[in-house]
C-alpha cells in the first residue's frame, strides 16, 4: 500500500518555463513534507519542505503547496533550468518519534534547452 | 554538506554471503537511517537508530540486522544475502527525531547478490 504517490514517473519543460510535480498521500498523520532532488550516483539532497501548518512555502526558485483537504502537495520551479534535471522524490513524515520518512517513487524532470 | 560516507560504494557479492554495509559521519547527529531504492517504489526505511546501542525496525526489515556501537557509525547486515537484495543503499542522519527536521543523505552503495 503506496502511502505516497507520485503518479508521472517523467515530466518534460522547456528551459526558462515552469515545472510542476505532484505528489498525493493517503495518510492524515503525516504533518510533515518534504522534497528531495536526486541525481546520477548520489544520495538524495534535500530541497525544501512544508508543515502542515502551512499552506506554501517558498525558497528562491522553488515553492511547495501543501493541500491538506485533497492531500496533495505539489513542487513549482520557476524559471526552470538545465542544472534541474533529476529525479524528484516527495516524501512525508508524521511527528511521532524518529522522524521515519515515506517517499514517493519519484519523477524524471528533463529541462530542455 | 553533511559529513557522512558510506562504505564499500559498490559491491558484488553471491546468494547466501553475510555482507555489512557501514555508513559513518562527522555530525554528531542522534539519528540513523538505512533505506533501500528500487525502480517503482523510490526509498524505502529499513532500520533506524535513536542512539547509541538503540534502533528500531523500519518498513522492510526482514532480512536485514543492524548496529550502532558509536555515535558516529551504522551497520546494516544481510545476514544470508538473496537476489532479492540487490539494491542500492542509502544512509541518512538527522539531528533529531519527529518532524521538522530534514534528513540528510549519503552517496550510496549498490550491492549486487547474484
Known amino acids: 500500500d503506496q502511502q505516497v504517490k507520485q503518479n508521472s514517473p517523467s515530466l518534460s519543460v522547456q528551459e526558462g518555463r515552469i515545472s510542476i510535480l505532484n505528489c498525493d498521500y493517503t495518510?492524515?498523520?503525516?504533518?510533515?513534507f518534504l522534497w528531495y532532488k536526486k541525481y546520477p550516483a548520489e544520495g538524495p539532497t534535500f530541497l525544501i519542505s512544508?508543515?502542515?501548518?502551512?499552506d506554501k512555502n517558498e525558497d528562491g526558485r522553488f515553492t511547495v503547496f501543501l493541500n491538506k483537504s485533497a492531500k496533495h502537495l505539489s513542487l513549482h520551479i520557476v524559471p526552470s533550468q538545465p542544472g534541474d534535471s533529476a529525479v524528484y522524490f516527495c516524501?512525508?513524515?508524521?511527528?511521532?518519534?524518529?522522524?521515519?520518512?515515506?517517499f514517493g517513487q519519484g519523477t524524471r524532470l528533463t529541462i530542455n534547452p | 554538506d553533511a559529513g557522512i560516507t558510506q562504505s564499500p560504494r559498490h559491491k558484488v557479492t553471491e546468494t547466501g554471503t553475510p555482507v555489512t554495509l557501514r555508513c559513518h559521519q562527522t555530525?554528531?547527529?542522534?539519528?540513523m537511517y538505512w533505506y533501500r531504492q528500487d525502480p517503482g517504489h523510490g526509498l524505502r526505511l529499513i532500520h533506524y537508530?535513536?542512539?547509541?546501542?538503540?534502533?528500531d525496525k523500519g518498513e522492510v526489515s526482514d532480512g536485514y540486522s543492524v548496529s550502532r556501537s558509536k555515535t558516529e557509525d551504522f551497520l546494516l547486515t544481510l545476514e544470508s544475502a538473496t537476489s532479492s537484495q540487490t539494491s542500492v543503499y542509502f544512509c541518512?542522519?538527522?539531528?533529531?527525531?519527529?518532524?521538522?527536521?530534514?534528513?540528510?543523505f549519503g552517496p550510496g552503495t549498490r550491492l549486487t547478490v547474484l
Open positions: 541518512a542522519i538527522s539531528a533529531s527525531g519527529g518532524s521538522y527536521n530534514e534528513q540528510f
Open positions: 537508530s535513536y542512539g547509541v546501542k538503540d534502533t
Open positions: 516524501a512525508a513524515s508524521a511527528s511521532q518519534g524518529a522522524q521515519k520518512l515515506v
Open positions: 555530525e554528531n547527529h542522534r539519528y
Open positions: 512544508i508543515s502542515s501548518i502551512k
Open positions: 495518510n492524515s498523520m503525516f504533518d510533515y
